[in-house]
């Protein structure tokens, strides 16, 4: 480094230490991470962590909005509205892997939490909430024919969520994701052994 040259610092505002709070949360688990845990891990004092976020909750909240504020507006766009119960399914499972990718430890903070706290159990309300509106869309597709008959739709949507729930688990943003999206909904709904 020449002489002059600044040092560039680290952004404290709020997106980057929302970052950082998310990534002590997947590692440590919210109740064990502390303010202390957070200020260290950005690098400033808790009274500078306190200036942008009220507490520990309150980071807990906007990373979970940020989560949720990415799926919900998949069940309002025009094609989860409109069309045949599948395609409005199969549209719905690729806007969830899209999000899923784009907010990964966002999303992947979302599928962890389990109750423990007022946002805790707001979260996950709004989670069941999401899950109900696939679940009853599952059911149109099989009262359509566009599922086999017989297929339990609160069962099939619990599948579905949990195959792309299961994408936090091995994803990795930027390495092979351009059309995890379209591979992930032609798995779910065509299946992965050959047509007979």
């Known amino acids: 480094m020449t002489s002059g040259a600044r040092v560039r610092r680290p952004s404290h505002g709020p ?7 998310v990534g002590e949360f997947i590692t440590r688990g919210y109740d064990a991470t502390s303010m202390e ?9 808790k009274s ?3 200036h942008h976020f ?35 399914l199969r549209h719905i499972v690729r806007g969830q892997i899209a999000v899923l990718v784009a907010e990964l430890p966002y999303v992947t903070l979302l599928l962890r ?4 706290t007022e946002t805790e159990r707001w979260a996950l309300g709004r989670r069941r909430e999401f899950d109900a509106h696939v679940a009853a869309l599952v059911r149109e597709a099989v009262d359509a024919g ?3 008959a017989g297929v339990e ?14 994408v936090v688990d091995w994803a990795k943003p930027g390495r092979g994701t351009t059309t995890l999206a379209d591979d992930v909904a032609r798995a779910a709904f065509e299946g992965i052994l050959p047509a007979r």
């Open 54 to 88: 009220a507490g520990k909750e309150a980071l807990l909240r906007a990373a979970l909005e940020r989560a949720l504020d990415g799926l919900f507006p998949i069940l309002d766009s025009d094609a989860a509205r409109t069309g045949p119960p599948l395609a409005r």
């Open 37 to 45: 845990d957070l200020s260290r891990a950005a690098g400033i004092t």
């Open 15 to 21: 997106g980057s230490l929302l970052e950082v709070a």
């Open 146 to 148: 566009e599922i086999r």
């Open 113 to 116: 939490v389990r109750g423990n």
């Open 153 to 166: 739709p609160a069962l099939a949507a619990r599948l579905l969520s949990g195959l792309v729930n299961s």
């Open 48 to 50: 500078s962590f306190y």
